[in-house]
């Protein structure tokens, strides 16, 4: 079961939440699946649950995570989820905002939204926009995102209720960071900082200490995988060369030796070691991940019942030593 003393706010400072993907199967049989591991992670401890957005089919990815945060939060007995990160240069900001208002309106205290500006030239020509725009796109479309999911929106936005509703309940944000300027931004904004899986300690702690220099006071979230016993190497191989496929030379001289996959013989070493590398990135906030490309959806669920028996119960002892 959950620890009755977890923080539960959305996206929040010291919350453990977990990445959901789905499997290699037909699209009734993914969503099922989504549901299964959504509800076994909040009972396994997760505080929450990321749903990630990619587009055509990239293996492990559905196009709509706020459809898919819906779907899988009328079956999760407690926790949150947030649609994250949500590929914002996809869509105009005020229909963006407005989908993740509602779907706030429709789990109170249960919905956080984070936003990225997307790397995978395939999501944007599906969506019709050039590749070469979509760093502008972003950075003008996510200060209207913000302030509209805070209940600040101008214009006939203003007028939707759920927006206005953010005023009173805004809606808890996360923006995926890689570089010193995007932490700077997301200080401005005071967002909280989703860092990149695979990149390396010594930039994710330069990154963190310049979001805290600029101001920032929100979380700031370290994304490791993590595999207690004997490791599936070859799926996770197969899992970085597809990250390889779509990611820049620039983009990969961040990222830190192999997988950045956390490989333990327990529950106990793993918390261990996703502890020390809290501490070291400077972040004080975790997302966790299990699925890589190949595996049955029983092995996933085999790491999240250690996950609740293992690794979450230590793991919140050494990173909040007072919940001992």
């Not at 199967?25 to 969503?31: C, K, N």
């Amino acid at each position: 079961m959950a620890n009755p003393g977890a923080p539960t706010r959305p996206l929040g400072t010291g919350t453990v939440s977990y990445r959901l993907y789905a499997h290699d199967a037909g699209p009734s049989e993914q969503l099922a699946e989504l549901r299964t591991q959504a509800r076994l992670a909040v009972e396994a401890g997760y505080d929450g649950v990321m749903i990630p957005e990619h587009h055509g089919g990239f293996a492990g990815y559905l196009p709509n995570p706020a459809a898919v945060a819906a779907h899988v939060l009328e079956n999760m007995p407690s926790g949150w989820a947030a649609p994250c990160p949500v590929l914002l240069p996809m869509r105009p900001p005020a229909l963006v905002a407005e989908e993740l208002a509602w779907l706030a309106a429709a789990h109170p205290g249960r919905v956080g939204a984070g936003f990225a500006a997307g790397a995978v030239p395939a999501d944007f020509e599906l969506g019709e926009i050039p590749f070469d725009e979509i760093v502008p796109r972003f950075k003008a479309a996510l200060p209207v995102v913000v302030a509209a999911l805070r209940g600040r929106a101008d214009g006939p936005l203003a007028e939707d209720r759920a927006i206005a509703a953010c005023a009173d309940h805004p809606v808890p944000m996360a923006v995926a960071v890689q570089s010193v300027a995007a932490a700077e931004r997301a200080a401005r904004l005071q967002l909280a900082v989703l860092y990149d899986s695979l990149q390396g300690v010594e930039h994710l702690a330069n990154l963190s200490q310049r979001y805290a220099d600029a101001g920032g006071r929100t979380a700031r979230i370290l994304i490791r995988r993590v595999w207690i016993g004997d490791p599936p190497r070859d799926a996770i191989e197969r899992q970085m060369d597809a990250f390889r496929s779509v990611t820049t030379e620039s983009d990969r001289t961040r990222w830190g030796a192999g997988s950045n996959t956390i490989f333990a013989a327990d529950g106990a070493e793993a918390a261990e070691r996703l502890t020390e590398a809290v501490r070291a990135t400077g972040c004080d906030t975790l997302n966790l991940r299990v699925m890589v490309l190949g595996l049955d959806p029983a092995e996933v669920h085999g790491q999240l019942e250690r996950h609740a028996t293992e690794l979450l119960p230590r793991l919140r002892v050494l990173l909040d030593p007072a919940r001992g």
